[in-house]
């Protein structure tokens, strides 16, 4: 679903409505709702296109997704009406219910009763802010240092066999090419490695956290999923004038069919990075006509209120029609 570089508003409205079925056209409302235990989630019941009131939700993310729907049911000149359930968690895969569920993340494609729906991080500003600074401090592709970048902390799978963020670290301690560290041990990760006769290698692969202005200063920026997405980084990081590299992962947010391979930004594994890196050392143009797309998927998409809000109406009147039917 490759989004046009210049889009109209009309190919936005189009791009949103596509991407609003895409997320929805398997759901179905056979199940019986049950709220879970889980104060993650909440209720969300909208008769004749009014979200219900509650007196309290039961966790304060909700709020945000509440007004933000409230807002979206605005612009909807038809009656809708749908009950689902709301997940704040980062990423949710299912784990407490198979009715239709609103959540920001997910990492299972098997479950298409979880709708994903727009961030905390895009509906707070965190990315909007993230952006504004990075286009204030971002020096011009070629007069960046000529190798890749991730720092960040050692979330992830609690086995660093399965850890990304470690394992890259690991594997790129000895090349000069790379710059790939691990800037807080958290959830174990470092006890786990010392449990496997690896104490000695933690000091090679840590340094201390490096602010968005030190990591810009490098003009291939990878990004490493942790427990979810990396959220508000990999944003910034497609914002931004370096290459932006993304280590496969099955983690996803609603937004990410947007993203085409080779066209807004490059996949890779640790097989294929360093010759990744070769060639587009080799073909700077073509990195520089990546970092247009995908600055302006970001610009276009991500950082356009309307977009986000169009997504969503497109997503509640796509629900509320399987609901009623």
């Known amino acids: 679903m490759k989004p046009a570089p210049n889009p109209s508003l009309a190919e936005l409205e189009l791009t949103s409505r596509d991407l ?21 989630f909440d209720l969300f019941s909208i008769k004749n296109t009014v979200l219900q009131k509650h007196r309290s939700w039961r966790h304060k993310r909700t709020k945000v997704i509440a007004s933000f729907i409230r ?26 219910s ?15 009763e979880i709708i994903q729906i727009p961030s905390l991080y895009l509906l707070d500003g965190t990315v909007s802010r993230r ?3 990075t286009e204030r401090v971002d020096p011009p592709f070629n007069l960046k240092r000529g ?20 394992t890259a670290a690991l594997w790129a301690k000895d090349k000069k090419n790379m710059v790939i560290k691990i800037t807080n041990w958290c959830q174990g990760a470092n006890t786990d490695l010392i449990a496997k006769g690896l104490e000695n290698q933690i000091p090679l692969i840590t340094e201390k956290t490096k602010s968005i202005r030190r990591q810009l200063l490098y003009k291939y920026l990878l990004n490493i999923d942790g427990n979810s997405t990396s959220w508000d980084r990999f944003v910034w990081q497609l914002y931004s004038n370096s290459l932006s590299l993304k280590l496969e992962s099955p983690q996803t947010e ?21 010759e990744v890196i070769t060639h587009y050392k080799e073909n700077k ?17 991500l950082l356009n209120p309307d977009f986000l809000k169009s997504y969503m109406t497109h997503v509640l009147i796509q629900l509320s029609d399987k609901f009623s039917n």
């Open 147 to 166: 190798k890749v970048c991730f720092y960040g902390a050692s979330t992830g799978d609690l086995n660093t066999d399965n850890n990304q963020r470690v």
């Open 20 to 40: 609003a079925v895409l997320h929805t056209k398997d759901v179905d409302f056979n199940k019986t709702i049950s709220l879970p235990s889980d104060e993650h």
């Open 98 to 112: 198979n009715y239709p569920v609103l959540a920001f993340g997910k990492s299972v494609s098997n479950h298409p």
């Open 131 to 133: 952006c504004k600074k």
């Open 285 to 301: 143009n073509a990195a520089i006509t990546i970092n247009h797309h995908s600055r302006s998927l970001v610009a276009n998409c």
């Open 254 to 274: 609603f937004w990410y069919p947007l993203l085409e391979d080779g066209y807004n930004y490059v996949s890779v594994t640790l097989d294929t990075l360093e």
């Open 71 to 96: 807002e979206c049911l605005k612009h909807i000149p038809e009656k809708i009406n749908v009950d689902l359930l709301i997940n704040v968690h980062d990423k949710y895969d299912g784990e407490f």
